[in-house]
C-alpha cells in the first residue's frame, strides 16, 4: 500500500473518531511513568530548540510552530517528547507551559488534523497525556474534560489503527490504549483486547533469547518499560495479564542486566543512548527478577565484568534498518561509575548528516580502514546494503583473566582483508589489554589484497585504530607520543600503550547525547597504521596506574566535569 493511501486511512479513521460518543472525565489519574531531562525543560523555557542540528531562538512558539522543523522536529513535536522534559523540570513555569501547549495542541489539531495522526506518533501522544495526566488536569474541571475528550478520541484511532504501525511502534500503540482504557471513564471495553494483542506483539518481536530486531539497547529498554508498566497498569486494576507478555518481561531482564555498565547506562550502540536509566531501574527493580547475567552473549554482545570494570563488546552483524551503524567489534568500558572508552552515539537528534557521521566505523572504538566502514551505506544514507560478518566470536577463563577473540569479514569483499580483535580484561579488573589484526586469509582474499596493494602504488592500506573517550576523561600524551595518561572525573588514574607499527595522536572526537542541547567536545586516542604485505597488527593496552587503589570513594569532583551546556 502506497504512503499516500496509508495517510488517508489514517485520516479518515481520526475524523470517525470524532464520531463516538468522547470520554468526559478520568476514572482514575494514572501513575507518571516516565520523566525527561530538566536540562532540555530550561530550554523549552528559554525559547531554545535543536532543529535539523541547529540551535533556533523561537521564544514564545510551540514546538509545531517553530521554523525550518525538518521530520525529526515533527515528530518530537506531534509526540509530545517535549511533555515529558517539562515535566522532568516540574517547577510552575514548566508546568504552566506544558498545560498551555497541550491544550493548544488540542484546539488546533485535535479533531485529525495536522501530521500527528500516524498511529506511532498518536501512541507516543497518548502514552504521554497518560504518564502526566495529573500535571495536565491540576485545575480540574475544564482541562481534565478536554484531555479526557482528546485522549479518547486518539483511543479509538489506534484501536482501528495500531496494526499498520511498524516493529515497537505497535506495542507502544497497545500499551497506550490498555492505559486509556484503564482511566477514562467509559472506555473500559478496549482493555481486554489490548492486554491480549500485547502479549502477542511481545511474544512476536522479542525472541526466544530476550533481543529485538533493531539491536539498540536503547530501544530493548524502551520496550521493557512500556511492557512493565503495562503490567503493572493491569495488575493494580487487578486484570489478567497475558502469559507471553510476562514471559517477554521475563526474557529481557537478564539481557538489559548484561547489556548495562557498572555505571548503570545503557551501551550505545545502534542508535541507542543512555537516557533512560532511571525508568528502566524502577521497570527493573518491578519485574520479577531472574539471575542476573553478568557475562555471556546478549543480543549479540559479549560483556566481560571484573571488579569495577566492564567492558561491552558488539560481537554481532548489525541490523539492516536504517538505524543500525558500522559498529561492529566496537567495545565500550566503564570504571565504577565512570564511562571511559565510548561510542560517539547517534547524532539522529542533530539531524541527517550528524546522523550519517554517527553510524560510520570511525564514531565507534574499533579498527576502520581509511575511506570504508565495515558496513556501508546505500546511497540514500539510510539501508545498509554491505554489511560486515562476524565470522567467529569465541569466549573463555583462564589465569590471565577473560578472554574475547572475535573475527569479522567487512572488508573482504572491497580489499580482501578480515578484521580479527582479541580482548582480555585481567582477574583484578585493573588492565584491559587488546591485540587487532588485518589479514588477508583465503587464496582469494589474497589475491585481492594483492590487487589493492598494486594499485596504491607502494602507499599500502592505511587504516586507523580508535578509542573514543568520554567527555569528563581528561588525557595527556606521555612518553614521547607512546603513551597516553588517563584521568577519571573519580580520581582514578589510567594508562594507555601501544606496540606495534604505528603512530599516536589525541585527535578531536564528539560525544553524542541527547541530555545535551548540542554535540560535546571530547578526545579520541588513535593510532594510524598502514597494511603493507598480507597482515597488519596493533596490540595495546588500558592499566590503571599503581596509584590507583582497589577501592575509590568516588564522588563528583566539579574541577574534572564539563559545566552543563546553556541555551
Given at each position: ?9 489514517d ?7 470524532l464520531?463516538h ?8 489519574i494514572p501513575e507518571?511513568?516516565s520523566?525527561?531531562l ?8 528559554a525559547?531554545?530548540?535543536l ?5 533556533v ?24 517528547a ?12 514548566a508546568r504552566?507551559?506544558?498545560r498551555d ?12 488534523r495536522?501530521?500527528?495522526?500516524t498511529?506511532?506518533l ?30 479518547s ?15 515497537p511502534?505497535?506495542i507502544?500503540?497497545?500499551a ?8 477514562l471513564?467509559?472506555?473500559?471495553r478496549?482493555?481486554?483486547?489490548a492486554a491480549?494483542a ?10 526466544a533469547h530476550?533481543a ?7 530501544d ?5 518499560a512500556?511492557l ?5 497498569a493491569?495488575t ?6 497475558a ?16 547489556l ?5 547506562g545503557?551501551?550505545r550502540?545502534?542508535?541507542?543512548g543512555?537516557t ?8 527493573l527493580?518491578a ?6 547475567r553478568t ?13 569495577r570494570?566492564s567492558?561491552i563488546v ?10 543500525g551503524?558500522?559498529s ?15 561510542s560517539?552515539?547517534?547524532g539522529?537528534?542533530w539531524g ?7 553510524r ?15 558496513s556501508?551505506?546505500s546511497?540514500s544514507g539510510?539501508?545498509?546494503?554491505e ?9 573463555q ?10 573475527v569479522h569479514s567487512?572488508w573482504?569483499?572491497?580489499h ?14 585493573r588492565?584491559?589489554?587488546?591485540a ?14 594483492e ?9 599500502g592500506?592505511r587504516?586507523?585504530?580508535?578509542f573514543h573517550l ?8 606521555e612518553?614521547?607520543g607512546?603513551?597516553?595518561?588517563l584521568?577519571?572525573?573519580?580520581g582514578?588514574?589510567?594508562?594507555f ?7 599516536l ?10 541530555t545535551?542541547l548540542l554535540?560535546?567536545?571530547t ?12 597482515e597488519?597488527?596493533i ?12 577501592a575509590?570513594?568516588?564522588l563528583d569532583?566539579?574541577?574534572l ?7
Amino acid at each position: 500500500m502506497s504512503d499516500g493511501r496509508v495517510a488517508l486511512l489514517d485520516r479518515l479513521a481520526a475524523r470517525r473518531a470524532l464520531l463516538h460518543r468522547p470520554a468526559r472525565r478520568f476514572a482514575t489519574i494514572p501513575e507518571p511513568a516516565s520523566l525527561g531531562l530538566p536540562e532540555r525543560g530550561r530550554w523549552l523555557l528559554a525559547g531554545s530548540f535543536l532543529v535539523e542540528g541547529r540551535l533556533v531562538q523561537a521564544p514564545g512558539a510551540a514546538p509545531w510552530e517553530v521554523p525550518g522543523a525538518g521530520p525529526g522536529q515533527t515528530a518530537e513535536a506531534h509526540g509530545f517528547a517535549w511533555l515529558d522534559d517539562l515535566a522532568g523540570l516540574g517547577d510552575r513555569p514548566a508546568r504552566a507551559l506544558a498545560r498551555d501547549w497541550t491544550f493548544r495542541w488540542i484546539a488546533r489539531f485535535g479533531r485529525g488534523r495536522g501530521p500527528g495522526w500516524t498511529p506511532a506518533l498518536a501512541a507516543r501522544r497518548l502514552g504521554r497525556w497518560m504518564s502526566h495526566a495529573a500535571l495536565l488536569t491540576e485545575a480540574q474541571g475544564r482541562d481534565q474534560a478536554t484531555l479526557a475528550r482528546a485522549a479518547s478520541q486518539t483511543l479509538r484511532f489506534l484501536d482501528r489503527r495500531w496494526t499498520t504501525a511498524r516493529g515497537p511502534a505497535r506495542i507502544e500503540a497497545l500499551a497506550a490504549i490498555l492505559r486509556a482504557g484503564l482511566a477514562l471513564e467509559g472506555m473500559e471495553r478496549h482493555v481486554g483486547a489490548a492486554a491480549t494483542a500485547l502479549g502477542r506483539e511481545a511474544e512476536a518481536q522479542v525472541d526466544a533469547h530476550g533481543a529485538i530486531a533493531s539491536r539498540s539497547p536503547e530501544d530493548l529498554a524502551l520496550l521493557f518499560a512500556l511492557l512493565a508498566e503495562a503490567e503493572a497498569a493491569l495488575t493494580a486494576a487487578g486484570r489478567p495479564v497475558a502469559e507471553p507478555h510476562r514471559a517477554a518481561l521475563r526474557r529481557i531482564a537478564p539481557v538489559l542486566r548484561t547489556l548495562r555498565h557498572s555505571d548503570g547506562g545503557l551501551a550505545r550502540f545502534h542508535g541507542g543512548g543512555r537516557t533512560v536509566a532511571e525508568r528502566v531501574e524502577r521497570a527493573l527493580a518491578a519485574a520479577t527478577a531472574p539471575p542476573l547475567r553478568t557475562e555471556g552473549a546478549a543480543m549479540g554482545y559479549l560483556r566481560l565484568s571484573v571488579g569495577r570494570t566492564s567492558v561491552i563488546v558488539d560481537a554481532a552483524d548489525p541490523p539492516a534498518g536504517p538505524h543500525g551503524h558500522a559498529s561492529t567489534l566496537g567495545f565500550e568500558m566503564s570504571s565504577g561509575r565512570r564511562p571511559v572508552i565510548i561510542s560517539c552515539g547517534s547524532g539522529r537528534a542533530w539531524g541527517a548528516e550528524w546522523h550519517r557521521a554517527g553510524r560510520a566505523t570511525p564514531s565507534h572504538s574499533t579498527l576502520a580502514i581509511e575511506g570504508f566502514s565495515s558496513s556501508r551505506l546505500s546511497r540514500s544514507g539510510e539501508e545498509m546494503t554491505e554489511r560486515a560478518r562476524v565470522l567467529s566470536a569465541h569466549r573463555q577463563r583462564s589465569a590471565a583473566g577473560a578472554q574475547l577473540s572475535l573475527v569479522h569479514s567487512g572488508w573482504a569483499e572491497t580489499h580482501g582483508l578480515t578484521h580479527r580483535r582479541e580482548l582480555l580484561l585481567a582477574p583484578d579488573g585493573r588492565s584491559l589489554s587488546g591485540a587487532d589484526t588485518l589479514a588477508a586469509l583465503t587464496a582469494a582474499e589474497k589475491k585481492r589484497l594483492e590487487t589493492v596493494l598494486k594499485s596504491a602504488g607502494g602507499q599500502g592500506v592505511r587504516f586507523a585504530l580508535r578509542f573514543h573517550l568520554h567527555p569528563d576523561v581528561r588525557p595527556t600524551v606521555e612518553g614521547g607520543g607512546l603513551c597516553v595518561g588517563l584521568r577519571l572525573a573519580s580520581g582514578e588514574g589510567w594508562s594507555f600503550q601501544f606496540e606495534g607499527e604505528a603512530r599516536l595522536t589525541l585527535d578531536p572526537s564528539v560525544y553524542l547525547d541527547r541530555t545535551h542541547l548540542l554535540p560535546r567536545a571530547t578526545k579520541q586516542i588513535v593510532l594510524h597504521g598502514v597494511l603493507v604485505s598480507s597482515e597488519a597488527r596493533i596490540g595495546w593496552t588500558f592499566a590503571k596506574t599503581e596509584d590507583t587503589p582497589l577501592a575509590i570513594r568516588d564522588l563528583d569532583r566539579p574541577d574534572l566535569s564539563d559545566p552543563p551546556d546553556r541555551p
